[in-house]
């Protein structure tokens, strides 16, 4: 786990799962706009006493109710450093590490255009978001390339997690085929 320290440019907010952090930039603003600085590897390293190297960056657009996850790697497994820059979504982490005091746990977020909200998502950890406006863009820097052969999904709706979706009455989320097939609990391989 790593050691928080104030910031004056972040606030940084542990969550109910191990390593996963809520990540505020500070926004500057008046009556022409706002600015922020979404990322510095040297505030980002004080802040959270961790030293990551980023080395791609990925960008989807999506539309509501769109499930996309939950997704990982079991090879050049991947940090990530998640959020949206227009719309919101529901953003989750699932702790896949056996020697994790909050194996098993889960842990969601609304990220948004209007929060800043961005969510630090530490390597052995399945994560996927749910699209809670009419689109969304999302955005996320990883630790490590995307490594096709290597990836899994976990079951979104798995039971034995029990992500609590917000999902409305009624309101079947949009999938792709990998997403649906999703392993369960039981037969995702764990760190």
Sequence with gaps: MSSLKPHPKLTVTPTAVSGVLIVEPKVFGDERGWFTETFNAQDFAQATSLDVRFVQDNH?????????????????????????????????AVDLRKDSST???????????????????????????????????????????????????????DPVVGIEWPLG???????????????????????
Aim: net charge neutral.
């Design 60 to 92: 989807s657009f999506s539309r509501q109710a769109t499930l996309r996850g939950m997704h990982y790697q079991l090879e050049k497994t991947q940090g990530k450093l998640v959020r949206v820059v227009a719309g919101s979504v529901f953003d989750v």
């Design 103 to 157: 194996y098993g746990k889960w842990v969601g977020v609304e990220l948004s255009a209007e929060n800043h909200k961005q969510l630090w998502i530490p390597a052995g950890m399945a994560h996927g978001f749910l699209v809670l406006t009419p689109t969304a863009e999302f955005l996320y820097k990883t630790t490590d390339y995307y490594h096709p052969q290597s990836e899994v999904c976990l079951a979104w709706n």
């Design 169 to 191: 009455s009624g309101v079947t989320p949009n999938l792709n085929a990998k997403d649906a097939a999703g392993l369960s609990w039981e037969q995702a391989p764990k760190f």
